[in-house]
DNA sequence: TAGGCCGGTTACCGCAACGTGACCGGTTAC
DNA sequence: GTAACCGGTCACGTTGCGGTAACCGGCCTA
């Protein structure tokens, strides 16, 4: 995906397209910050998560975990005990994710200052 | 969106929501890159992007266009031409794309090695 | 008169992501 | 007995993004 003098030019095995920066699903992001600090458990995410449905955590946690994203221990205790840490290669999420908030912190304002402008003009030529 | 200690606790209010590091639809990051180096017209994009259709790019730059990443100049010539380049605030997000990039660079092989391993056995306990 | 080029618009459609609600098996508590 | 907790699974419904196909109007060429 090196760009030849002038044209990007994307051809469908462009890694790009395997990962057009969106990082994974809507949660991926979030799950890989609530694990920053520490592994948790299945619960304690979806509490500090909010609004996720079990299905769709269980949805993006196995798919993080087939992607070697985060590992998930069973501890067969009782009540049952799961918990999921990050592995290195979640880790390096962690600098993007950091670099999309400071994006955001530093060009959100504008971009939604800039949208809301232009909501309020939807007319360009009357005719 | 600071975290308290430990917990990061996304409310709905939180800018991630509004911009889960997806940077925009599809499409937007590769425009992004298209324009990079100078203006572009619509058909000039569409032969770089190789299979996006007329309908997604239009959405994707009139998107664009609101929320003030890129700007549209029509010329009244003929045949008529149309052009697109980067504002200064599309041009902040080529820092994020570029930081995607080189993630992908650094990291994709492990994740699809991963991947690869991970659907080579997904027999967990055969009872 | 017909057709092509440019930069679209409109109508329609399929599919995957997202979400809801019910249920489950094992264990402990009431 | 039954109810709750944990970490899910299953069936189902909805939404919206991405894509296809047809068409448009103005200008030019054959």
Same mark, same amino acid.
């Given at each position: +995906? ?6 990007p #030019?994307?051809d $469908?095995?462009?890694? +790009? ?8 699903? &809507?949660?991926t992001?979030?799950? !890989? @910050?609530? *694990?920053?600090? =520490? /592994?948790? =458990?299945?619960?304690? @995410? %979806?509490q *500090?998560?909010?609004? !996720?449905?079990? &299905? !769709?955590?269980?949805?993006? @946690?196995r798919? +993080? ?6 590992? =998930?221990s069973?501890f067969?205790?009782? /009540?049952? %005990? !799961?918990?999921? =840490? *990050? #592995?290195?290669?979640? %880790?390096?999420l962690l ?16 971009? @939604?200052?800039?949208?809301r ?8 030529? $009357?005719?």
């Amino acid at each position: +995906m090196e760009k030849t003098a002038d044209a990007p #030019t994307f051809d $469908p095995a462009c890694p +790009m397209s395997a990962f057009p920066v969106q990082i994974g699903d &809507k949660w991926t992001a979030m799950v !890989v @910050l609530c *694990l920053e600090a =520490r /592994p948790r =458990r299945f619960s304690e @995410l %979806r509490q *500090l998560l909010g609004s !996720v449905s079990a &299905k !769709v955590l269980t949805d993006t @946690l196995r798919a +993080m975990e087939r992607d070697g994203l985060v590992s =998930r221990s069973v501890f067969d205790e009782n /009540p049952p %005990r !799961v918990e999921y =840490r *990050l #592995t290195a290669l979640g %880790r390096t999420l962690l600098q993007l994710v950091d670099a999309a908030r400071s994006w955001a912190r530093d060009n959100l304002d504008d971009l @939604l200052s800039a949208r809301r402008q232009h909501d309020d003009m939807p007319l360009p030529s $009357p005719r």
